[in-house]
């Protein structure tokens, strides 16, 4: 049974959303997932919120405070960490979603994105080291050559090597077609990289045998820009024919950053081809090439999107846990008394039964729990795509995956970062004081708004290529998956139908502003107010999401299920109107920010 008083994550939650909403179930009927059933799904969850409880929380605060250190040859990070990782790959968790033919489960993406959210709640920084791990083994399954899965995949699922991603460069930032980084090639068919990368998640430490960094890198004569990049596998230690761990590679570091937040997770500066060790006596790291020369970025992609949409969960998560401490705080803290009725010489009342601490709340909980059903939705799509049982239903889950992305990382980051400052609010004076764990969650959520692509780059990627680049094919089919839900929720009548009728023209009006921009003919004034428009089409995404789950409410009665409805209420009624002056600003194909010149602040 899910337990009732975790302030980690809501195991309920997750029960309504996976079976009583997205009928996870009704997965099991297709091959690729016909080895599981319900049965094997909440087996997992509990393993799942067992292990985060157990192993990962407790240290939470410790790796705040005892952030990775670098003494110029090794990084050390706390000893709770490894362990907690160790326990994470005994449990068999770092295949869940991967093909059996490799060793992976083949579990629906949807259920294990559940359970792998009981882990960034607890304790992202150490998560993060996991998560890296099994993306980079998914994108070389997808892009490496067998020999390359086997001598490189294959350890990390089992646990003993690490794996990060490895793009940003110190003068580039997300500037990708100007990379530097360098790939000769050697006579023995490697690659020789020479270059500094900058922000590397996991870059270095000693917790496993090996790291093995996906690099992208330029090779002589490559084309300008994103369309010359490569990608390479680079491990810090070479790995033999048979597996064995051979010389050290020359992938050293420059040093470590130091994070506002999420801090467990050491941040590096790596230098490849320094020359500290010469691999075979020749200069450079040794590199191996993934797939096809100069298709590395659309390769990186694969890892890419995987983590947009992982940031997206972290986001979430993060909220969530800050949700739930705030709310337990919220029941047990006396402080002051009812403004009607009261006597001054009454006990003091908690807090939770003054107004405007329920506001706070139930603004945290519309936030939170739509986030997660945005997730949780994505990563059906992701599943639906996996197991379709045609072209057409494939076509249509990647189109909205698509257009979803791009909300599924951004939105959570800017409004879980709100939720985040209401938690702490909550608390009045204890909410800022490390004697509680909100600002330290208010510090990691800090970061997902600049996590794999900014704010601001995600809302280009919407609307330039999303909606306007596909000549609104995506949005189109976004109304359209919309208005199924409209239908069903009008058809209930009562509140269900006085929300979908509110949605219906948010999403009309979108659609009318969407036409506006397109026909502009002017790419700058186009695209200088797609923040605003991320933002709109974000808030429009979540209210479908909360609509979808009042409809799976249906009439249902219980403290649970009337929270939905309360949630679903605020949602609508507080947050919903402030689209309409979004989309009035972007009608007006507002110049004001093009221009503003450089010389004038």
């Known amino acids: 049974m899910p337990s009732q008083n975790s302030t980690i994550l809501s195991a309920r939650d997750l029960q309504f959303m996976l079976f009583e909403w997205l009928d996870v179930e009704s997965l099991g009927a297709r091959p690729r997932f016909a080895d599981h059933d319900r049965e094997t799904y909440e087996a997992l969850l509990e393993l799942c919120e067992q292990l985060a409880t157990e192993h990962f929380a407790p240290h939470y605060r410790k790796s705040d405070t005892e952030e990775p250190s670098f003494d110029g040859e090794k990084v050390t990070l706390i000893p709770e960490i490894g362990e907690a990782l160790q326990q994470f790959a005994r449990a068999d968790l770092l295949g869940l979603t991967l093909d059996a033919e490799h060793g992976g489960h083949q579990l629906p993406q949807t259920v294990a994105a559940a359970c792998m959210a009981w882990f960034t709640a607890a304790n992202i920084g150490t998560a993060a080291y996991s998560f890296l791990t ?23 699922l089992e646990g003993r090597f690490f794996g990060t991603m490895t793009l940003s460069e110190p003068h580039a930032g997300s500037s990708l077609g100007d990379v530097l980084t360098r790939a000769v ?11 500094n990368k900058m922000w590397i998640s996991g870059g270095d430490h000693e917790m496993g045998e090996n790291i093995v960094h996906l690099v992208l890198a330029k090779l002589p004569d490559a084309p300008a820009g994103t369309r010359g990049i490569s990608l390479f596998i680079v491990p810090k230690h070479l790995v033999g024919e048979d597996g064995s761990i051979g010389e050290r590679n020359d992938v050293t570091l420059a040093g470590i950053n130091h994070k506002l937040g999420s801090r467990g997770t050491v941040n590096t500066a790596p230098v490849f081809g320094s020359g500290a060790y010469t691999p075979g006596g020749a200069a450079g790291a040794v590199g191996y090439l993934v797939g096809e020369p100069n298709k590395g970025l659309s390769y990186m992609f694969h890892m890419m999107n995987a983590a947009r949409l992982g940031v997206g969960m972290s986001a979430t998560t993060t909220a969530y846990t800050a949700y739930l401490k705030s709310l337990a705080y919220a029941r047990e803290r006396p402080q002051g008394r009812r403004l009607t009725g009261g006597d001054p010489s009454a006990p003091q009342v908690p807090i939770i039964e003054h107004a405007d601490v329920r506001r706070m709340l139930l603004a945290q909980k519309s936030y939170v729990e739509g986030a997660l059903a945005l997730n949780l939705y994505c990563s059906r799509l992701l599943d639906l795509q996996a197991s379709a049982v045609d072209d057409d239903e494939r076509v249509e889950a990647s189109r909205l995956l698509d257009v979803l992305t791009p909300i599924a990382k951004s939105w959570p980051s800017q409004w879980g970062q709100e939720s985040n400052s209401l938690a702490i609010q909550v608390l009045g004076g204890a909410g800022y004081t490390r004697d509680h764990d909100l600002e330290a969650h208010w510090r990691d959520q800090r970061l997902n708004p600049i996590h794999e692509g900014t704010h601001g780059i995600q809302a280009l990627d919407l609307l330039g290529r999303k909606v306007l680049g596909g000549g609104g094919a995506a949005l189109m089919a976004l109304a359209a998956r919309i208005g199924e839900t409209v239908e069903r929720a009008t058809a209930l009548g009562g509140e269900p139908a006085e929300h979908a009728a509110a949605l219906k023209a948010t999403v009309d009006r979108l659609g ?4 506006v921009l397109a026909g502009l003919g002017d790419a700058d004034r186009t695209m200088a107010n797609a923040t605003v428009y991320l933002e709109a089409a974000g808030h429009v995404v979540v209210a479908w999401m909360w609509l979808e789950q009042l409809v799976a409410v249906g009439e249902q009665r219980s403290d649970f299920h009337d929270g939905k409805r309360a ?3 605020y949602f609508f009624r507080w947050e919903l109107p402030k689209v309409a002056p979004m989309l009035d600003l972007l009608a007006s194909a507002d110049t004001t920010t093009l221009e503003m ?3 004038w602040f």
């Open 185 to 195: 090639p050697a006579d023995d068919g490697t690659y020789r990289i020479f270059g």
């Open 512 to 515: 009318e502003v969407t036409m």
């Open 567 to 569: 949630a679903a209420r």
């Open 597 to 599: 010149r450089a010389d």
């Open 134 to 156: 099994v993306a980079n083994a998914g994108l070389l399954m997808a892009h490496g050559t067998p020999e390359q899965v086997e001598r490189y995949a294959a350890p990390m």
